[in-house]
């Protein structure tokens, strides 16, 4: 298995543009999670999804963001509009069976907002 | 927040050192995980340790769980210089709905 695929790795977009990451989970896994990984921060989870459906969805930071997954094979995640702080390392990680079962992450995007 | 806390949140030592993580927590968990963050990559899972469990082995890593100090620290055995990575401790429970709560991780700088 090629494991999480995420695109693309690098995102440089100026203020204001609509920036679409894109992810594909492990086959198999029926959960998919976002996050945000920033110096400051550290790692946030945005959003996680189970067999497709959000289940929450509390660490969206704003109306900016959005999230689909509209199958089990692949995920985005919207910025619209795109502000400077937004400026992170975005990861996808995918988990299969057992809600407690280890987290498979994608390599990240790194998104840079001028 | 429901982050746990890792200490230190910098260590340096040389090859052969042992190298010591701690973790706190602030809920009740059903497992924790620790995972290795090389720079510039994903987070890949080293171990996981359930609730029920007081420590655990996986090759030159060893995992504790003291559930009562709601803490748990992993030890790398004789480090090496690829063991340089931030290392992160992530938890789950009910209450977060099943999603992972991750802290800010320890860097760890091993030199040769």
């Known amino acids: 298995d090629a494991g999480v695929i995420q695109s693309p790795r690098h995102e440089v977009t100026e203020m204001g543009q609509e920036v679409t990451l894109r992810c594909k989970p492990i086959s198999g896994h029926n959960s998919l999670f976002w996050y945000r990984q920033t110096m400051m921060r550290g790692l946030e989870l945005l959003i996680y999804?189970?067999?497709?459906?959000?289940?929450?969805d509390s660490g969206m930071p704003e109306d900016r963001f959005s999230a689909k997954m509209p199958n089990a094979s692949f995920s985005t995640l919207k910025i619209q509009p795109s502000e400077p702080r937004d400026s992170a390392v975005y990861f996808c990680?995918?988990?299969?069976?057992?809600?407690?079962?280890?987290?498979?992450f994608g390599p990240g995007t790194r998104l840079t907002v001028l | 927040s429901q982050q746990g806390e890792e200490d230190p949140q910098a260590l340096s030592i040389q090859e052969g050192e042992n190298a010591t993580m701690n973790c706190s927590y602030k809920?009740?968990?059903?497992?924790l995980q620790w995972y290795r963050q090389n720079s510039g990559r994903g987070l890949v899972h080293l171990i996981l340790?359930?609730?029920?469990?007081r420590e655990k082995h996986s090759g030159r890593l060893r995992v504790t769980l003291d559930t009562s100090k709601k803490s748990s620290s992993l030890l790398i055995t004789a480090s090496r210089a690829a063991d340089t990575a931030s290392y992160f401790c992530a938890y789950g429970s009910s209450n977060s709905g099943y999603a992972l709560n991750f802290g800010k991780g320890t860097s760890l700088l091993v030199t040769p």
């Open positions: 990680a995918s988990r299969g069976g057992g809600n407690y079962n280890e987290q498979f």
């Open positions: 340790i359930r609730s029920n469990e």
């Open positions: 809920t009740s968990i059903n497992n």
């Open positions: 999804f189970n067999n497709n459906v959000p289940i929450d």
